[in-house]
Nanobody
Framework: QVQLVESGGGLVLPGGSLRLSCVAS????????MGWYRQAPGKERELVAL???????NYADFVKGRFAISRDNAKNTVYLQMNSLKPEDTAVYYC???????????????WGQGTQVTVSS
């Protein structure tokens, strides 16, 4: 089994900051890309940011310049630093990791349970 556990969500004022963390654990041989997605009520889940094992990043246009993704490969952890938060950033944020459980396994995507981020005054 592979488990992803997010933390760091909460309620923040517009213009404020939050840092999300996601730890992958369990039977993991290797992790390739890790990323953050979000889903607001009534909307589809959308990509926020991705980072490869080598540190190459990709961001959705709506977070460029405000959010920063990073990872610690030794800890199987990915982070999302969110600055200048806006009410429209309110959503459940999900972590995803592309993992291989054994040396002969195929790559597969695993998801966390999500953490709520609410930006409101």
């Amino acid at each position: 089994q592979v488990q992803l556990v997010e933390s760091g969500g909460g309620l923040v004022l517009p213009g404020g900051s939050l840092r999300l963390s996601c730890v992958a654990s369990g039977s993991i041989f290797s992790i390739n890309s890790m990323g953050w997605y979000r889903q607001a009520p009534g909307k589809e889940r959308e990509l926020v940011a991705l980072i490869t094992r080598g540190g190459v990043t990709n961001y959705a246009d709506f977070v460029k310049g405000r959010f920063a993704i990073s990872r610690d490969n030794a800890k199987n952890t990915v982070y999302l630093q969110m600055n200048s938060l806006k009410p429209e950033d309110t959503a459940v944020y999900y972590c995803k990791a592309e993992c291989r459980r054994y040396v002969i396994s195929n790559w597969a995507d695993y998801w966390g349970q999500g953490t709520q981020v609410t930006v409101s005054s």
